[in-house]
């Protein structure tokens, strides 16, 4: 699958990173292609192409605040989560993740 | 990006935390913060230490804990590392382990993104094995600045 998604946390210095690479690290070892936002204190990094929007399977969205252009994942599969779950288990959700797109 | 020497230093390292429990490890280390000038007032630091912690879970695994607090009371962002051999067994953590290396941020009100950017840097470090292995054997605070400021 091709991922991508934004982590947000509320100080936005620590667990918006740490998400982030948890996130990358067990989409990669399922096999999946995976590109993250983060929206930190500092702003948005990496910030999301609209062709890489374009090509997603899925939208992960790893947010316990308010985030920045969510508009533009209208139309995809939203799945949102806060980075406590992506911290308990990555790769629980990961696997969750693809059942619910294969589904469908 | 800046070097990690601009905020971890020496004498913000305690390899031999007396603490054995969460409130204690945080107010050890928020003395030692306070004796090295970095902070000016203790409880005003803490307080902002615990407005953190409400909000989520810090202890992120593998034994490691991440506080951190963003206070007008920080006169300069530091990195702190407490060490307790013992474990601290009542903190929150994503794997139940006990807490035996904790990586404190002091981050002051207004900030420098560089100083952030090195923050989040060395909280994507922790994830790493090998980084992890060094915070709980390291011997000498030199040898903890050196693993968290090696590339990764």
């Not at chain 1, 995809?76 to 980075?83: A, F, G, N, Q």
């Not at chain 2, 090295?36 to 953190?52: A, H, P, S």
């Not at chain 2, 953590?93 to 006990?98: C, G, L, R, V």
Request: one cysteine or more; proline letters at 2%; glycine letters at 6%.
């Amino acid at each position: 699958m091709n991922i991508v998604g934004i982590t947000a946390c509320p100080t936005g210095i620590a667990h918006t990173y740490i998400t982030k690479k948890k996130l990358i690290q067990a989409a990669e070892s399922r096999g999946h292609h995976c590109r993250i936002e983060t929206q930190g204190t500092i702003g948005v990094e990496d910030e999301l192409t609209p062709q890489e929007i374009a090509d997603a399977d899925v939208v992960i969205l790893a947010v316990d605040v308010k985030i920045h252009g969510e508009e533009r994942f209208k139309g995809k599969p939203v799945i949102r989560i806060t980075t406590e779950t992506v911290m308990q288990n990555a790769l629980g959700l990961i696997q969750k993740v693809e059942s619910l797109i294969q589904k469908k | 990006m800046l070097d990690i020497k601009e905020v971890l230093f020496d004498e913000n390292v305690c390899l031999n935390l007396n603490a054995t429990t969460k409130d204690e490890a945080i107010s050890e280390m928020t003395k030692m913060l306070y004796r090295n000038q970095v902070i000016e007032d203790q409880k005003t630091f803490i307080k902002e230490i615990y407005e953190r912690e409400s909000e989520g879970i810090t202890g992120i695994g593998d034994g490691i804990a991440i506080p951190h607090g963003r206070s007008k009371t920080v006169k300069k962002t530091v990195i702190a590392v407490g060490r307790s051999n013992e474990g601290i067994r009542d903190w929150e953590t994503f794997d139940n382990k006990p807490v035996k290396c904790i990586i404190m941020f002091a981050i002051r009100d207004v900030d420098m993104s560089q100083h952030i950017m090195l923050l989040s840097h060395v909280a994507e470090l922790l994830l790493d094995e090998d980084v992890i292995q060094v915070l709980h054997t390291a011997q000498t605070s030199s040898e903890i600045v050196n693993v968290l400021r090696k590339d990764h």
